[in-house]
């Protein structure tokens, strides 16, 4: 995965990004999993109804799209280890790869 993801300042690659509302590829459906790139926009974040944090994280799929959804949005990521839904707070599930 990139080592870019938590960079200070945006890549030039987000410039063009559009928001996707299912959080995946808008064009091929790719999930975020399978991204050549991410960025996630950790020093703007957005507080939800709910008080929580929520923030854009940006992709770019290997189809040459570039897309963008809230990390609200994104679903879980069921771990074997994980008994209930108590952990919401992680940007990404980078280790998953
Ligand atoms: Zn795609």
Not at 39 to 57: A, D, F, G, H, L
Not at 63 to 70: L, S, T
Not at 74 to 79: A, E, I, L
Not at 84 to 92: C, F, H, L, N
Request: charged share 25%; net charge negative.
């Amino acid at each position: 995965m990139n080592i870019d993801a938590f960079a200070a300042t945006p890549p030039e690659w987000t410039n063009t990004g559009i928001h996707a509302y299912e959080f995946c590829c808008p064009s091929c459906h790719s999930s975020s999993l399978e991204a050549v790139q991410v960025w996630i926009n950790r020093r703007s974040p957005v507080m939800t109804e709910n008080y929580r944090r929520k923030w854009q994280e940006f992709y770019q799929c290997h189809c040459g799209c570039v897309w963008w959804a809230w990390s609200s949005d994104r679903p879980k990521v069921k771990r074997p280890s994980d008994d209930d839904s108590s952990e919401t707070d992680s940007p990404a599930n980078f280790d998953d790869q």
